[in-house]
């Protein structure tokens, strides 16, 4: 079985391969990077349902009060986001990169808005695997790759947004197992 745990800071093999395949980040002297792993105990499509909505990131990122895509939804459209109060900004303007539909691949940057989050790339895949009750799960990587703002450390930047981004990760699977129950229910009946 694929799920032997190999070094590289305890990762799995097969989530090894997919950063390696999917994440593969190139940052600058001034910037950081990081990659985040989140196992879902939910089908991988329900959760890309909720992941591949560029128009909708409120669906599961808590921090998004509104969301407003501009002309259609394609590579390249940009979206206004309004983020809630708590956090060091009230708007971000993101582009979409990538929108892999075969791959479950979704790549965003950050191209403007009142905060510090300057060259900020995001890429997120999802991967079916099986979980450890031996039903359908998913896999989650998010990676990202951001300048560091004057003033702060690379550290202080990484643990910033890999606190957001496990927020982000903890509503998705809250969500999707909810809704993968909510499956469960309606053919149960």
Known sequence: MDEIVLGLGGLRRTEREYIQMHHTQQPTDNQ???ALIKHIKAPVHLVWSLVRRFDEPQKYKPFVSRC????????GSVREVDVRSGLPATTSTERLELLNEDDHILCVRIVGG???????????????????EGSAGTLVI???????PEGNTKDETCYFVEALIKCNLKSLAHISERLRLQDQNETDI
């Open 32 to 34: 950081c990077t990081s």
């Open 142 to 148: 998010e990676s990202f790759v951001v300048d560091v």
């Open 114 to 132: 009142d905060h510090r989050l300057r060259n900020y790339s995001s890429i997120i895949s999802v991967h079916p695997e099986v979980s450890t």
């Open 68 to 75: 407003v895509v501009q002309g259609n939804l394609e590579i």
